[in-house]
C-alpha cells in the first residue's frame, strides 16, 4: 500500500529525497521542509509525480 514518492526542492527543482507514503491516508501531495545540498539550506520539499 506504500508508494515510493521523490522529493524536490522548491527553490532549485533538484529531486534530493525519496521517501514512501500511504496513498489511503493521504491521498494530496506531501511537503516537508529538507535539507539541500545544493542550496546548502534548509528549504520546502514537494513530491514530483
Do not use: G
Amino acid at each position: 500500500m506504500r508508494d515510493r514518492v521523490t522529493m524536490a526542492c522548491t527553490k532549485c527543482k533538484q529531486r534530493n529525497y525519496t521517501t514512501s507514503k500511504n496513498k489511503n491516508h493521504n491521498s494530496e501531495r506531501i511537503e516537508l521542509k529538507k535539507y539541500c545540498k545544493f542550496c546548502k539550506e534548509h528549504t520546502l520539499h514537494k513530491e514530483t509525480r
